[in-house]
């Protein structure tokens, strides 16, 4: 019941986000108290009131300032794959969401979500770079910089707001929902007004339009349009069994359950229907863990899921095997101008 009440609180806070509606105005009032003191709390990092610390490399913060997800994993596996090809040797920090374990802990291959997160686990799978959690992220920096002396540029992948960091570089990312309503929580869904500093902008969305840009505050960043492509299913008890969405949509009597555990389940099922698709459509609470079994009693042929939701499928022993249980891998398609600036910005930074 207490699940329930709580997931009807934030469908209608969700709602409610997206315009300034009665319930929104009530709450401006508090998101003016809210802003206060997230101002108050910058100010004293930069008065060193509140301490901060510098790492030896460069640092580059992949964040939002709109509550939930926006595509951060996807754009911080991309940029890892960018800077790998041109020449660097970055490594990944992160809070690592649902993780227990107090300190520092490395991300292996073998590492489960529940020790490590799902998302991390899966920068690992895909990138090969050195991956380390931990509630303190300028602590977890530098176990990781100590494990891997190599690493010459530390990415973060969320932290934005994680001021004991410093950091050379911010990337702020938004989607398709811009900044909602404009305001802050809890009348809206910012934790930073739009006008915060950043350098870079990119928007998540299969179209950028000049309002979309507006919305953002592109005039503190030309925002840069990130898609997320993915034209395949990989069976998950079988990453060799692969069947392309195009064949799958010419299929109409193939019954599809979409499932996504993500922040936003919305842009996965878009993704899926601009690829001709039909099916039924299951969205899941944000870091979902599926102990729940939520697919016992699906009537369905085909089970598309996302990679983040397949880690953790992947380690139970009733989803491992169910042949419905299918992945959509999606690869996050920017300019590649990002990176170039990036290593550019980098490269000329001076060593702490």
């Known amino acids: 019941m207490v699940q329930n009440n709580t997931?009807?609180?934030?469908?209608?806070?969700?709602?409610?986000?997206?315009?300034?509606?009665?319930?929104?105005?009530?709450l401006w009032p508090v998101s003016l108290i809210f802003?206060?003191?997230?101002?108050?709390?910058?100010a004293l990092f930069r008065a060193g009131v509140l301490k901060s610390s510098r790492l030896?490399?460069?640092?580059?913060?992949?964040?939002?300032?709109y509550i939930g997800g926006t595509?951060?994993?996807?754009?911080?596996?991309?940029?890892?794959?960018?800077?790998?090809?041109?020449?660097?040797?970055?490594?990944?920090?992160?809070?690592?969401?649902?993780?227990?374990?107090?300190?520092?802990?490395?991300?292996?291959?073998?590492?489960?979500?529940?020790?490590?997160?799902?998302?991390?686990?899966?920068?690992?799978?895909r990138t090969g770079a050195p991956v380390m959690v931990g509630r303190d992220r300028a602590a977890t920096?530098?176990?990781?910089?100590?494990?891997?002396p190599e690493v010459d540029i530390l990415l973060t992948d969320d932290g934005l707001q994680h001021y004991q960091l410093q950091?050379?570089?911010?990337?702020?990312?938004?989607?398709?929902?811009?900044?909602?309503?404009?305001?802050?929580?809890p009348a809206g869904p910012l934790r930073e007004p739009v006008s915060r500093r950043r350098d870079f902008t990119v928007i998540n969305t299969p179209q950028l339009t000049g309002a979309l840009?507006?919305?953002?505050?592109?005039?503190?960043?030309?925002?840069?349009q990130m898609t997320l492509a993915g034209d395949v299913a990989e069976q998950l008890r079988d990453r060799t069994q692969r069947r392309s969405l195009a064949d799958l949509a010419a299929q109409p009597g193939l019954r599809i359950v979409a499932a996504a555990g993500i922040g936003n389940p919305a842009r996965f099922f878009g993704m899926l229907k601009a690829a001709g698709l039909h099916f039924t459509e299951l969205p899941l609470p944000d870091h979902h863990d599926f102990l729940d079994r939520p697919f016992a009693a699906l009537d369905a042929d085909l089970i598309l899921m996302t990679e983040k939701d397949a880690v953790k499928c992947a380690q139970?022993?009733?989803?491992?095997?169910?042949?419905?249980?299918?992945?959509?891998?999606?690869?996050?398609?920017?300019?590649?101008?990002?990176?170039?600036?990036?290593?550019?910005?980098?490269?000329?930074?001076?060593?702490a």
Request: net charge positive; charged share 20%; hydrophobic share 45%.
């Open 7 to 26: 997931s009807a609180l934030e469908s209608t806070l969700t709602r409610n986000w997206l315009r300034r509606g009665p319930l929104a105005c009530a």
């Open 167 to 185: 950091r050379d570089v911010e990337i702020i990312l938004f989607d398709g929902r811009g900044a909602g309503n404009g305001w802050l929580l």
């Open 213 to 224: 840009a507006a919305s953002v505050g592109a005039a503190q960043a030309t925002p840069l």
């Open 71 to 125: 595509g951060k994993t996807p754009l911080t596996i991309w940029l890892v794959q960018a800077l790998q090809a041109a020449g660097m040797r970055p490594g990944v920090i992160s809070r690592g969401f649902g993780s227990k374990e107090e300190g520092a802990r490395q991300v292996t291959l073998a590492s489960t979500p529940a020790q490590v997160g799902d998302e991390p686990l899966l920068i690992k799978q």
């Open 141 to 148: 920096g530098r176990a990781l910089l100590a494990a891997h």
């Open 35 to 42: 802003r206060l003191l997230s101002r108050l709390r910058v």
């Open 56 to 65: 030896p490399v460069p640092v580059v913060v992949v964040g939002n300032i």
């Open 316 to 351: 139970i022993e009733e989803l491992s095997g169910d042949p419905r249980l299918w992945i959509v891998p999606v690869t996050a398609r920017i300019d590649r101008a990002l990176a170039d600036q990036i290593v550019e910005k980098c490269r000329g930074r001076s060593i």
